[in-house]
């Protein structure tokens, strides 16, 4: 997807406050951006590096730039926006990018579903069974080309592995969707040092006939765009 706003250029100063960020603009600036990423961002990030950053011209917003890209410690680009990552997927889906999840006739987000009150991010139907789509966003590398999820422990997700199962058992297609916004990231996998929990789900969720994707995002910051372009292996 290309950005509404050409994005801009600066240099990370810090992150603090999990929300917040300073960075100094290409004019010598200092600016405090919304960080949009809840997670830990291990190995995500680099004081002095180079990232970059949208604009919007709401009025509501008090800080009115996003920080969109870092520069990883060892020279990688990570996209650490996690809202884009819904966004990156339901383009993909709708270009036909995604083929095991080509020939739904509509596609509905955010709707309700489960038994433990949770929405889906994407409901699929028509063509087939109904398929329940769960998004995650992977930016977590610790060994060269092996991303990792969760990078912090996330009940959340557990929850949402547990609601996946439940719709395979009532005779539906469900499937847990990695979106992997880091140029390093050749596999992905469980983070069972992170949340032995999560992955020990995980594994149960794929016996249940839960699937896995996993897709990498070709990231470009000089031209504002960020999109899903091919798939990766995903190693339980």
């Known amino acids: 997807m290309t950005a509404k706003h050409q994005w801009q250029q600066g240099t990370l100063v810090r992150r603090y406050k999990r929300f917040l960020a300073d960075v100094i603009t290409a004019t010598g600036e200092q600016i405090t951006i919304h960080c949009p990423n809840t997670g830990s961002m291990r190995h995500c990030i680099s004081e002095g590096s180079p990232c970059w950053y949208s604009y919007s011209d709401s009025k509501t917003r008090k800080y009115p730039h996003t920080w969109e890209v870092a520069t990883t410690p060892i020279g990688h680009l990570a996209g650490i926006n996690t809202g884009r990552a819904n966004h990156l997927v339901r383009e993909a889906l709708e270009t036909g990018v995604i083929q095991p999840l080509a020939g739904y006739e509509a596609l509905r987000a955010e709707v309700k579903y489960g038994a433990e009150n949770s929405r889906i991010d994407f409901l699929l139907t028509g063509g087939g069974p109904d398929c329940y789509i769960e998004v995650k966003n992977v930016t977590l590398m610790e060994e060269a080309g092996q ?84 798939p990766m292996p995903v190693r339980l």
């Open 147 to 230: 991303g990792l999820f969760p990078d912090a422990v996330s009940s959340r997700g557990t929850k949402h592995l547990r609601e996946l199962m439940s719709m395979v058992q009532q005779g539906h297609r469900a499937m847990l969707l990695f979106c992997v916004q880091h140029t390093g990231i050749e596999t992905v996998a469980p983070a069972d040092d992170i949340d032995p929990l999560y992955g020990k789900t995980l594994r149960e969720a794929v016996a249940a006939g839960v699937e896995i994707l996993a897709y990498k995002a070709l990231i470009d910051p000089t031209n504002s765009l960020i999109r899903l372009a091919e």
